[in-house]
Structure formats: C-alpha cells, structure tokens
C-alpha cells in the first residue's frame, strides 16, 4: 500500500508538475491537439461503397459524438503485383501523390476534407514512409530508391511479402518522399500525419520531415511507436502509440497478472512527461483484424478500459464501428462492411467521455499544468482509481478491473470535496464518505 502511495506522488504528481518546457516550436497553433480524439475511419469497410462520398455522410453523426480528428486510412493507390487477397493492403502503395480508385476521386477526398472542416474536424491521414508495394511507380522511375539484397532484388519487409522497403540513406528519396506529403498538405488541406511504422524509419528522417512540410502549416503527428521503447522519436512526434500498455492490459485480464504492474507501467509513462503525448486505445485496424475485438481481449473490463483511454493523460483513439459496437473481426484484404444498426448503443457513452475530455481542463493531454495521482484504495489489487486536477478542476476516475464485485474505499487525502457524475448526473460529496460497491465491469467518472 505504501509502495503505491510513494509511486502515485512522485511518478505522477509530482512529474507532471515540473516537466520541462520542451514543447516543439511549432506547436502553438495547434492548441486544439491537448483537447482532441481520434476516430480512425477504415474506409473500406466503413459503408457498402466504401467512398469517401459515401462516409461523407456519416460525419454529421461523428460529430455529434464528440469526435474531433478523423483519421484516414492510407487513401493511396493499391499496388497489384504480389498483393495479399482481392484488394489488397492499403499499406502497399503504388503512388504516393494519387488517390485509391476504390474510394472516389482527389476531388472527392477534398470535397469530403473541406466538409470535415466545415463540420469543425481535423483530419489527418496515415503515412506509409517505411515501405511501397512492388509496382509503386518509383520502382519503374527511381529504382535506387529502395533497399536492394545481394541479388539485387528490392528488399522485402520483415514479415510482410507484399512491400518492399526504402532505402533512407538515399537524399533525393527522402526529398521525394517530403513533396509527396507536401502534396498532401498543400492540395488538401489537411491537419496531420499518422506516421505507420514511425520507428522502421530513422528518426533523423522525421527530424527533417516535420520543419520542412510544416513550412506549408503547423501539422499534428501521430507516430506508430511506443515512447518507452524509442524514446529519440517522441522529441519529433505530438502523440505516439502505447503499445506496451495495450499488451500488457490483455495479458493482466487473460492471464490474470497482477494489476499493480499495470500501474507501474503508468508510472513509467507519466515519467517520459508532457512534451509528447500517448495515445490510448483498446482497438485499431491491426488489432481488430489479427488479435481480435476488445471484447475479445478485454471481456469484462472492456468498458472500464474504454474509460480509461478517454481520461489518462494524452489523447484517445476510437476505431470504425466501437460505437456499434462491432463485435466482429473484420478482414484486411477483402471487403467486409461493418455491420451497422441504428441504435449506435455505444454512442452516448463515447460521447459522455469524449465532450468531457474536450471541456475539463483537468484532462488536457500533454499538458503540465495537470497533475494525475493514483489514488490508494483497500482493493487495490482489484480496482484502478485516479484523480486529475488543473487548478479549480478536478476529474475522478475509478474502474472495476476484477472480474467480480467488489466493495471498497478509497483511502486518499487527494480526494475531496463535492462532484458531479459526468453519466447519471448525481451528486457526491466525498467529505461524507469514499465507500463504493462496484459490480462486475463498473466503472465511475466525476468532475468538481
């Protein structure tokens, strides 16, 4: 208990209070990043066209759920020469400046930009820099832009036969490489970049990537990358993935590990500090496709997860269908249209989480002006409650992380005072008492 106590105060209060300023120079235009989400829209399988003017009309919806960023899946060109199934992957260009067939025209994609902005999106789009497919147009055009084995044959990417990799020690692609996301910039409008495989690419890469295209405007970066693992690429990227969390989150629920390892894993995060950000997820393409639905992976505390990633410091990340939810795997190289219904059972939920962590100032992301305490409980083996305070405002989370009931107290001088219960409106004064009974896959959201 007292191991917990000293952890909360110093690897989370105290280090979000005195990170030091090593924000990016870049980055105040870009206020909106520390309030935002992220909903990743596939749009293959998004609607039975699978179009950009067909999920066009979904926007209004998305927005009425509090989504802030759209992200795109790769919106590029297919290559066909060792592709994997029908269609193929979207991570396997042909031609970085050009558009999918598969879902509408440029001028489609700018129509569907231009809307998303009028609607008050941001839009940013995934980034293939490490790898094309076979017939991308720079094979036939610039061949010495790729990596070569001893037979001179392009270099196929560890573990995937469809793409072949890059060579980033050849000058005139990596300036290739930042016109073509110029293009981007300029002829679209959009907001940013979900950099796929951010860390197969050197980091200096990056580092002469960001200035240069932001020369057109100040963009959001979005790095497939765990900060912990690479920590050199998160002083070029706002946001970056968690991905030791999320493994480890799945194997504490099916392997029944101890939580008090995944609050230490928090502790290491909230160390890296608030220059960059985690982005915190239970679904994705990847995982959706390969490891399986969240409720595959989470079961009970699918929900108490779902909160989790809406309120730890950073930014959430929402997959195409949770809002159903999407209870099915869908496949990757086949079209496979999400199954929709009009009751959207998830919708007000998310929207609950995301419209809180877009006006509570005390669940800014990336921002040292807030500080999170782990609070301790008498079940802290079973239950996951923490508290964020910017100032005057304070938001309180607590998760039943156990697959069964249980009643407890939080034991903590960091909680006190009066709240609100951001889902049923309820009001609580903490001065009165900390005891709860939570049942299976409760979980608990107050703001003062």
Known sequence: MKKLILLAIIGLGIVSCTTQNTTHTMDLPKEWKHTTNIYEVNVRQY????????????????????????WFMPVTPIAQQNKKGS??????????????????????????????????????????????????IWTKTHPEFYLKDADGKFHIASGMDDIIELDYKNKEMRLAMIDAMKFWVKETGIDGFRCDLASWVEVDFWEQARPEVEKVKPLFWLGEFDELESPEYGK?????????????????????????????????????????MRAWFTSNHDENSWNGTEYEKYGAITKPMAVFSATWNGVPLLYSGQELPNMKRL???????????NTYQMTEFYKTLLDLKSSNPALRGGDANVSTYLLNTTANDKILAYIRKNGKDE??????????????????????????????????????????????????????
Do not use: C
Request: glycine letters at 4%; hydrophobic letters at 35%; zero cysteines.
């Open 47 to 70: 609607t039975q066209e699978g179009t950009f003017k067909a999920f066009e009309k979904e926007m209004p919806r998305l927005k009425k759920m509090g989504v802030r960023t759209l």
């Open 87 to 136: 269609l193929g992957s979207p991570y396997a260009a042909s031609d970085y400046t050009s558009v999918n067939p598969e879902f509408g025209t440029l001028n489609d994609f700018k129509h569907m930009v231009n809307e998303a902005h009028r609607l008050g999106f941001k839009v940013i789009i995934d980034w293939v820099a490490n790898h094309t497919g076979w017939d991308h």
């Open 236 to 276: 070029v990227f706002d946001a970056s993935y968690s991905w030791k969390w999320m493994h480890k989150s799945a194997d504490y629920y099916k392997k029944n590990e101890p939580l008090q390892e995944l609050k230490d894993l928090l502790v290491q995060y909230s160390n890296i500090g608030d220059s960059s």
């Open 331 to 341: 496949e990757f190289f086949e079209k496979d249209v999400i199954k929709w219904t």
């Open 395 to 448: 938001v309180l989370v607590v998760l039943n992380m156990s697959k069964e009931p249980v009643n407890f107290t939080i034991e903590d001088q960091n909680l006190s005072g009066a709240f609100r219960n951001v889902f049923d409106r309820t009001k609580r004064d903490f001065d009165s008492g900390k005891d709860f009974a939570f049942k299976v896959s409760d979980y608990t959201v107050f703001e003062k």
